[in-house]
C-alpha cells in the first residue's frame, strides 16, 4: 500500500504539505464566496421590478437660490408638467426606484430593545402610487388630508403609511398588518398602517442583502434649501426621450435651479444591473486568477519536492515500478493534502459566510456552488501534480540512480 509512505513522507516534509493544505483552504474559501456571491448576485438580474419602467421618468432637480419658495415652486412644477403632452401623471418623490439611498429600519415597538427591520421609506403624495401603477393588495391607499406637506425642520411624523407585500410579510407572516402599528424610528410616534401595495423594486443597497422589494410608503411631501425636488412622471408608451426636453423647459421656467437629471427608470434600473455586472465579473476574475496562481503555485511546489526525490523515484523504477505507480503515488499525495485543504477550507468558509451573513442580514453561501468549487480546486490541483510527475516518471533509472 502507498498510503503509508505517502504519511511518512508527509511527516517528513511537514511545512510543504502545511503549504500545500493552506493553500487549498485560502483559495476554497475566497473562491466559494466569490462564486456564491457573484451567483446571487446575477440571480437577481431576471427579478421583476414591479413597474412601467420603460414609461415612466425620473427628473432630479437643485435649487442653488435659497430665496426660492420651495413649497409654491413643487406646486407650480407639477402643474406645468402635467401640461405636457404624453404626461399622464406627476409625483413629487424623494427616493427613486432602483436607486434608493442607504436603508432605514422599522420597528414593531418602541421599546428600546427592540428588533429593527431594513426597508426603504418612499415620501410620495397620493399620485405616488399611481404613477408607478402600484396595485393595492390589502386594505385602501391613503387620502389627500392624511398627506403630510412640510419643511424638512419639522419634525411631524406622518399617522398612516402602507407597506410593500414582502415588507408585510417580513413583519407580520400571515397575519394582517391592516390596523397595526409600525414606528419609523425608535423616537417616532406609531403610524397605523393602513393598506399593502404590490412589490416594486427599491435600490441596490437592500437588493444586496435580498431584500429587493421591501419598501414603506409615507404619505409626506417635504421641502428645504439645498434639498432635491425630485420628480416621478407617468407618460404615454413610446413619448417618455421625446419629452425630455419639454420637461426641462417647463422647470426651467421656475429660475434658480439647476436640473441634473432626466431619465426613463429603464435607464435607471440598468445602470444599477451595470453596477452589479461589473461586481460579479471582478469578483469572478479575481477568483480565476486565484485559482490559476494556486495551481501553478501547486506545480511549483510538486516539482520541488520531485526533484528532491530523484533518487527515490529512480529506485522504485529500477525495482520494477511503471511510469504510472510513480504518477499515481504523486497524485494520490497531492490528494490527501488537499482534502485536509479541503475541510479546513470548508471551516472557514462556512465561518466567513456567517460573519457575513450577520453583517448584511442575507445567507448568500450556495452549498452545491461549494461543492463544485471543491471539486474543480482537486480537478486544478491534481492537473498541476501530474505533469511534473509524468515528466519525472519519464526520466531514464540508470540516469537518477548514477552515483549510487
Request: charged content about 20%.
Amino acid at each position: 500500500m502507498e498510503i503509508r509512505p505517502i504519511l511518512l513522507s508527509m511527516k517528513r516534509n511537514k511545512f510543504l504539505s502545511m503549504v500545500i493544505s493552506l493553500q487549498v483552504m485560502m483559495t476554497l474559501t475566497v473562491l466559494s464566496i466569490a462564486v456564491s456571491i457573484t451567483a446571487a448576485t446575477l440571480s437577481q438580474w431576471n427579478m421583476p421590478s414591479g413597474i412601467d419602467h420603460d414609461n415612466i421618468i425620473s427628473v432630479r432637480t437643485q435649487f442653488f437660490d435659497p430665496q426660492v419658495n420651495l413649497e409654491n415652486a413643487i406646486v407650480d412644477d407639477i402643474n406645468r408638467l402635467k401640461k405636457i403632452a404624453g404626461v399622464i401623471n406627476v409625483a413629487p418623490n424623494k427616493e427613486i426606484p432602483f436607486d434608493a439611498g442607504r436603508p432605514s429600519r422599522v420597528y414593531l415597538e418602541a421599546d428600546e430593545e427592540a428588533a429593527g427591520h431594513h426597508t426603504n421609506f418612499f415620501e410620495m403624495d397620493t399620485n405616488g402610487p399611481k404613477v408607478l401603477g402600484l396595485t393595492l393588495v390589502a386594505g385602501r391607499f391613503y387620502r389627500e388630508n392624511e398627506v403630510l406637506r412640510s419643511h424638512d425642520d419639522d419634525k411631524t411624523s406622518v399617522s398612516v403609511v402602507m407597506l410593500s407585500e414582502d415588507m408585510a410579510k417580513e413583519l407580520f407572516g400571515e397575519k394582517s398588518p391592516i390596523g397595526q402599528t409600525l414606528y419609523l424610528s425608535k423616537s417616532s410616534e406609531p403610524a397605523q398602517i393602513i393598506g399593502v401595495y404590490s412589490n416594486f423594486m427599491n435600490g441596490e443597497s437592500l437588493n444586496g442583502r435580498g431584500k429587493s422589494y421591501h419598501s414603506v410608503i409615507k404619505p409626506q411631501v417635504t421641502w428645504s434649501s439645498g434639498n432635491n425636488p425630485n420628480y416621478l412622471i407617468s407618460v404615454d408608451e413610446g413619448t417618455g426621450p421625446s419629452s425630455f426636453n419639454a420637461i426641462k423647459a417647463a422647470l426651467y421656467k421656475t429660475p434658480g435651479r439647476y436640473i441634473y437629471g432626466v431619465e426613463l427608470l429603464k435607464r435607471t434600473q440598468k445602470r444599477m444591473y451595470d453596477g452589479r455586472g461589473s461586481s460579479g465579473a471582478i469578483l469572478l476574475v479575481v477568483s480565476l486568477i486565484l485559482v490559476l496562481i494556486a495551481g501553478f503555485g501547486m506545480a511549483g511546489l510538486v516539482s520541488f519536492l520531485i526533484t528532491q526525490r530523484q533518487k527515490q523515484i529512480g529506485i522504485r523504477r529500477a525495482l520494477g515500478g511503471t511510469k504510472w505507480s510513480v504518477v499515481r503515488y504523486f497524485i494520490l499525495e497531492n490528494s490527501i493534502l488537499t482534502v485536509f485543504g479541503i475541510l479546513a477550507g470548508l471551516a472557514l468558509t462556512f465561518t466567513m459566510a456567517l460573519i457575513m451573513a450577520q453583517e448584511s442580514g442575507q445567507s448568500f453561501l450556495q452549498m452545491d456552488l461549494v461543492l463544485y468549487c471543491s471539486l474543480f480546486i482537486w480537478a486544478v490541483n491534481t492537473f498541476a501534480v501530474w505533469l511534473p510527475a509524468r515528466r519525472a516518471a519519464r526520466v531514464s533509472p540508470a540516469i537518477v540512480t548514477r552515483g549510487l
